[in-house]
Nanobody
Framework: QVQLVESGGGLVQPGGSLRLSCAAS????????MGWYRQAPGKQRELVAT???????AYADSVKGRFTISIDNANHTEFLQMNSLKPQDTAVYYC?????????WGQGTQVTVSS
């Protein structure tokens, strides 16, 4: 089993920044890759960014150039640095990990971008 605990959400003004973190515990060595998803009210959960153990990253078109995903392998922690935030970035953000054939999810953290 893998446990994921998220933190770092909050309220920011448009153009502001936030950094989300996700601490993983449990069967860490079984994790193939990690990432971030988000879900806004009335919308499907969408992939925001992914990162592999080797550091390969991928981003949704809507966040390219603004968000950066990274991972601290020593501390088993994933980060999402969010810059130039827009109101449409408002959503609950979920940390995700793939271990074997099983998906694990964090509890979700609210990000609200509003003036």
């Amino acid at each position: 089993q893998v446990q994921l605990v998220e933190s770092g959400g909050g309220l920011v003004q448009p153009g502001g920044s936030l950094r989300l973190s996700c601490a993983a515990s449990g069967s860490i060595l079984s994790i193939s890759y990690m990432g971030w998803y988000r879900q806004a009210p009335g919308k499907q959960r969408e992939l925001v960014a992914t990162i592999t153990r080797g550091g390969s990253t991928a981003y949704a078109d809507s966040v390219k150039g603004r968000f950066t995903i990274s991972i601290d392998n020593a501390n088993h922690t994933e980060f999402l640095q969010m810059n130039s935030l827009k109101p449409q970035d408002t959503a609950v953000y979920y940390c995700h990990a793939r271990a074997g054939w099983v998906d694990y999810w964090g509890q979700g953290t609210q990000v609200t971008v509003s003036s």
